[in-house]
């Protein structure tokens, strides 16, 4: 990309962050060209930290050219590794250091487009452990089963022990997935991705990652079935 033109997407990217006011707690949201969502969602409020920052795009990315910094509010750096490139190079992802403390974190790319272009965006999400009161507390458990019935997750939030067998379980006649976020592209955490569970079929996955994986089934969403996993100490 031109040097030039870099600049005056910087220079862009500076000044609508200035005139929504910069050194307010919440970074304003800028979109890169061609940008569909992120996990975690731009505004979201998370009870734990994610494992990894990915951002979803409606054209091909390419690692080398692009960027990510996840920026807490002092300032500490907490991206860590490659660029990564998945989801037949739609997605893009680094991953979170661990013991990531409460408060807010401002995500900051820049995303090579296969087109030879580029684009630069930001937003910010929280962290407040707080919110993990509303979680059903299974630590210590070396499995988990989590039913899906009357168009539920059950238990819908749980924290679990790292090294935790997680499995899904469909109880009844509608068929269901276990989809990791975001909707459609379904990329943070791939593994946690099932294929249609028809009545009495089950999904496992073991989480050794500490921190939070949502998820959904796609069929019925984003109305009803959304869930959450904490893997915590
Ligand atoms: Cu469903």
Redesign the pocket.
């Known amino acids: 990309m031109k040097k030039a033109l870099l600049t005056a997407l910087l220079c862009a990217v500076s000044l609508a962050v200035s005139l929504s006011g910069c050194g307010e707690q919440s970074a304003a949201v800028v979109k890169a060209p061609r940008f569909n969502d992120s996990t975690p969602p731009a505004g979201a409020q998370y009870a734990a930290q994610p494992i990894n920052v990915t951002l979803n795009f409606s054209v091909d990315v390419e690692a080398e050219g692009s960027s990510l910094s996840v920026e807490g509010s002092d300032g500490k750096e907490w991206a860590r590794g490659p660029v990564v490139i998945e989801d037949q190079n739609t997605a893009m992802k680094r991953e979170l250091a661990p013991g990531m403390p409460d408060g807010m974190y401002t995500v900051s790319y820049t995303a090579a487009l296969a087109s030879g272009t580029s684009g630069d965006g930001r937003f910010s999400f929280s962290i407040d452990t707080d919110l993990q009161s509303d979680y059903e507390d299974l630590r210590g458990e070396d499995a988990v089963t989590i039913s ?1 019935n009357h ?1 539920a997750f059950e238990p819908k939030d749980a924290i679990v022990s790292p090294g935790t067998t997680i499995t899904w379980t469909n109880q009844e006649g ?4 276990v989809n990791t976020e975001t909707h459609p592209e379904h990329t943070y955490y791939p593994p946690m991705n099932s294929t249609e569970l028809a009545q009495g079929q089950t999904f496992s996955v073991k989480l050794e990652t500490p921190g939070q994986y949502d998820y959904h ?4 969403y984003p109305q ?2 959304v869930g959450s996993i904490i893997v915590a100490e």
Not at 174 to 177: L, Q, Y
């Open positions: 899906m168009l509608a068929p269901h997935f089934c796609s069929l019925h009803k079935m």
